[in-house]
């Protein structure tokens, strides 16, 4: 293939490659609302409160109302993703998910309505609750 | 911290690209010598974090040792090569332009996507940079981070190039800012991009080095993927790394040393993803099988060369296995009869087969791309000159992954085409800047450099 032809079909490619991006990132996305996407709170901030009152690193249970997936077969659910998203915020912790017997029990609720009832099902203590149904949590009996 | 890490980054990568090509040609081969060196640094953070501990006295001595291994390497490859670089003929003007509108366009839409999702994609935080935090924030806890008490969602299994080298940013700079791994995958795409280009220009000229790393660019998939900081983009900039140094050892004599670093670039994608140790299998293979007028004797001793090169990532990467990563989500949960009863139903093999198809004309992630590149290919089989060399083994290695791929997609135990479709753009994209090289080479394959072109850009 001669360089003039190889050179006119790349262009075209990437006129059409770039093309597509900016018609994504500028008209769908619409770049006129990218002010307030970037302002959007970050997963940390969902669990900023609890992670300074919980220890550095360590293991701590995680409990949460909303089943996750554990083994492969099925889809990822929205409780896994916000098991990964406690996860990335509190690393290195590690989460033991449904392990409400470790001194430190993170109760992870849709809404704050249903942490007491997660405490109550768990047998847990509030230490500290936290806001949009995140609370650190303990055992009655340790 | 930050001065002598970045000159352990330089002086290790600049030694070891000087292994390859020579110190004259250190300046020209400027992408491989700052991926060689992050690939360096990010390895023998984990080998110093395995044997010695997490304490930041350990990874200055590491910088140290790398600076010094570095410069040693520089001076044994003064000694040995010394030649000259070869003039190369500057860029055709035009080109060049239309390759730096590009590339602005590209980093500006980077920048967009970084600030309206600055922790990246899913797998960046929940994979990557997840594995960054534990492992900057742990300290002598960096176990934790590939605790089996995770869900096996966060694969701790997953190998430690990229959270490697944004954790020890994180610790050196002090700050888990996201725009370190941000920073971290732009310049690693743009090193992915500047590579091809050159790779390129050195085998066949300016002109077509230019047009391979427009068409790198300006792919959808590549900016998606740098974009959302995941370890495809390196893992691809590193395979593109050993496949540019097979293709100028496969042009110009094997020469062993070329050979053995690009056994070392294998290596850093084992590093970076699972999926790399399949790509040196491959390459091992296709430089025995693809390239059959030749002795098998030498054919035999070059795969060795690059094994050998690979050698100390695979240790590495095999310790990690044995002692860290306790199970992989592909085959840990499988059993022979789930296996057997997959691989024996034609069903998923012709679910698989529509996808794969589907996918050549996925405009979203690769516009038209694909199709012009399996249209490329096809004209290069049709034409009768047949590939080059180095475009020969480049592409028995890609077309060996791909069939490897095939039975794993069919016996994994995930659903499917929920697996295929989550998963098979990224491979596509690893092996994707190693295609084009393949592809350009065997297109500019006898083709005289275009002098009108030369001429009008002084």
């Given at each position: 293939?001669?360089?003039?032809?190889?050179?006119?079909?790349?262009?075209?490619?990437?006129?059409?490659?770039?093309?597509?991006?900016?018609?994504?990132?500028?008209f769908?996305?619409?770049?006129?609302?990218?002010?307030?996407a970037a302002?959007?709170?970050?997963?940390d901030?969902?669990?900023?409160?609890v992670?300074?009152f919980?220890p550095?690193?360590?293991?701590?249970?995680?409990?949460?109302?909303?089943?996750l997936?554990?083994?492969?077969?099925?889809?990822?659910?929205?409780?896994?993703?916000?098991?990964?998203?406690?996860?990335?915020?509190?690393?290195?912790?590690?989460?033991r998910?449904g392990?409400?017997?470790?001194?430190?029990?993170l109760?992870?609720?849709?809404?704050?309505?249903?942490?007491?009832?997660?405490c109550?099902?768990?047998?847990?203590?509030?230490?500290?609750?936290?806001?949009?149904?995140?609370?650190?949590?303990?055992?009655?009996?340790? | 911290?930050t001065?002598?890490?970045?000159?352990?980054?330089?002086?290790?990568?600049?030694?070891?690209?000087?292994?390859?090509?020579?110190?004259s040609?250190?300046?020209?081969?400027?992408?491989a010598?700052?991926?060689?060196g992050?690939?360096?640094?990010?390895?023998t953070?984990?080998?110093?974090?395995?044997a010695?501990?997490?304490s930041?006295?350990?990874?200055?001595?590491?910088?140290?040792?790398?600076?010094?291994?570095g410069?040693?390497?520089?001076?044994?490859?003064r000694?040995?090569?010394?030649?000259?670089g070869?003039?190369?003929?500057p860029?055709?003007?035009?080109?060049?332009?239309?390759?730096a509108?590009?590339?602005?366009?590209?980093?500006a839409?980077f920048?967009?996507?970084?600030?309206?999702?600055?922790?990246?994609?899913?797998?960046a935080?929940?994979?990557?940079?997840?594995?960054?935090?534990?492992?900057?924030?742990?300290?002598?806890?960096?176990?934790?981070?590939?605790?089996?008490?995770?869900v096996?969602?966060?694969?701790?299994d997953?190998?430690?190039?990229?959270?490697?080298?944004?954790a020890?940013?994180?610790?050196?700079?002090?700050?888990?800012?996201?725009?370190?791994?941000?920073?971290i995958?732009?310049?690693?795409?743009?090193?992915g991009?500047?590579?091809?280009?050159?790779?390129?220009?050195?085998?066949r000229?300016?002109?077509?080095g230019?047009?391979?790393a427009l068409a790198?660019?300006?792919?959808?998939?590549?900016?998606?993927?740098?974009a959302?900081?995941?370890?495809?983009?390196?893992?691809?900039?590193?395979?593109?790394?050993?496949?540019?140094?097979?293709?100028?050892?496969?042009e110009?004599?094997?020469?062993?040393?070329?050979?053995?670093?690009?056994?070392v670039?294998?290596?850093?994608?084992?590093?970076?993803?699972?999926?790399?140790?399949l790509?040196l299998?491959?390459?091992?293979?296709?430089?025995?099988v693809?390239?059959?007028?030749?002795?098998?004797r030498?054919?035999l001793?070059?795969?060795?060369?690059v094994?050998?090169?690979?050698?100390?990532?695979?240790?590495?990467?095999?310790?990690?296995?044995?002692?860290?990563?306790?199970?992989?989500?592909?085959?840990?949960?499988?059993?022979?009869?789930?296996?057997?009863?997959?691989?024996?139903?034609?069903r998923?093999?012709l679910?698989l087969?529509g996808?794969?198809?589907?996918?050549?004309?996925?405009?979203?992630?690769?516009?038209?791309?694909?199709?012009?590149?399996?249209?490329?290919?096809a004209?290069?089989?049709?034409?009768?000159?047949?590939?080059?060399?180095?475009?020969r083994?480049?592409?028995?290695?890609?077309?060996?992954?791909?069939?490897?791929?095939?039975?794993?997609?069919?016996?994994?135990?995930?659903?499917?085409?929920?697996?295929?479709?989550?998963?098979i753009?990224?491979?596509?994209?690893h092996?994707?800047?190693?295609?084009?090289?393949?592809?350009?080479?065997?297109?500019?394959?006898?083709?005289?450099?275009?002098?009108?072109?030369?001429?009008?850009?002084?």
């Amino acid at each position: 293939m001669s360089f003039r032809t190889a050179s006119r079909i790349v262009l075209a490619l990437a006129a059409v490659g770039l093309g597509r991006q900016i018609w994504f990132h500028c008209f769908a996305e619409r770049i006129w609302t990218l002010p307030a996407a970037a302002s959007e709170p970050r997963p940390d901030a969902r669990y900023a409160a609890v992670r300074a009152f919980l220890p550095a690193s360590g293991r701590i249970g995680y409990i949460s109302d909303e089943p996750l997936t554990l083994r492969p077969g099925s889809l990822p659910t929205r409780g896994n993703e916000k098991y990964e998203q406690a996860l990335y915020a509190l690393a290195p912790l590690v989460l033991r998910h449904g392990d409400a017997a470790l001194p430190y029990v993170l109760v992870d609720a849709t809404d704050a309505a249903r942490v007491a009832d997660l405490c109550a099902r768990h047998a847990l203590v509030v230490d500290l609750p936290g806001a949009g149904g995140v609370a650190v949590a303990h055992p009655v009996r340790p | 911290m930050t001065a002598l890490a970045a000159a352990a980054i330089l002086a290790s990568g600049s030694g070891l690209s000087a292994l390859a090509v020579g110190v004259s040609a250190l300046r020209r081969w400027l992408p491989a010598v700052l991926l060689a060196g992050a690939g360096l640094w990010s390895m023998t953070y984990s080998a110093a974090l395995f044997a010695f501990g997490a304490s930041a006295h350990v990874m200055a001595a590491k910088d140290a040792a790398l600076v010094v291994l570095g410069a040693g390497a520089l001076v044994l490859a003064r000694r040995r090569t010394g030649e000259p670089g070869e003039a190369t003929a500057p860029t055709p003007a035009p080109f060049r332009a239309a390759l730096a509108v590009a590339a602005l366009v590209a980093t500006a839409l980077f920048v967009e996507h970084t600030l309206r999702y600055p922790d990246g994609g899913a797998d960046a935080w929940a994979i990557w940079n997840l594995r960054a935090r534990s492992l900057a924030r742990a300290g002598e806890s960096f176990r934790d981070a590939f605790s089996p008490e995770l869900v096996f969602w966060a694969h701790q299994d997953y190998p430690l190039l990229l959270p490697g080298l944004v954790a020890q940013s994180f610790r050196i700079l002090g700050s888990e800012s996201f725009w370190i791994p941000a920073a971290i995958a732009w310049a690693i795409a743009a090193c992915g991009v500047a590579l091809l280009g050159m790779a390129v220009r050195e085998l066949r000229g300016a002109g077509w080095g230019v047009l391979a790393a427009l068409a790198l660019v300006s792919t959808p998939a590549y900016l998606g993927f740098a974009a959302n900081q995941q370890a495809d983009i390196p893992l691809s900039a590193f395979l593109l790394l050993a496949a540019s140094l097979l293709a100028v050892a496969l042009e110009r004599g094997c020469h062993p040393r070329l050979l053995i670093v690009a056994g070392v670039a294998f290596s850093m994608c084992a590093w970076t993803k699972n999926e790399g140790l399949l790509y040196l299998g491959c390459a091992l293979a296709a430089l025995v099988v693809a390239r059959r007028g030749e002795p098998l004797r030498g054919r035999l001793r070059d795969a060795l060369a690059v094994l050998a090169g690979a050698l100390p990532g695979l240790f590495l990467l095999a310790f990690f296995k044995g002692t860290f990563a306790h199970e992989n989500d592909l085959t840990h949960f499988a059993s022979a009869a789930d296996l057997l009863a997959r691989a024996a139903s034609p069903r998923p093999w012709l679910s698989l087969a529509g996808a794969w198809a589907r996918r050549l004309v996925y405009f979203q992630n690769w516009g038209l791309h694909l199709l012009g590149a399996a249209a490329a290919a096809a004209y290069v089989a049709l034409r009768g000159q047949g590939w080059s060399r180095p475009s020969r083994v480049l592409a028995a290695t890609i077309a060996l992954s791909l069939s490897a791929l095939l039975p794993l997609y069919v016996l994994q135990p995930h659903p499917l085409l929920w697996f295929f479709r989550s998963s098979i753009d990224r491979v596509t994209i690893h092996l994707w800047p190693s295609g084009l090289l393949a592809l350009f080479l065997a297109l500019a394959q006898g083709i005289p450099k275009p002098p009108e072109l030369q001429t009008r850009s002084r």
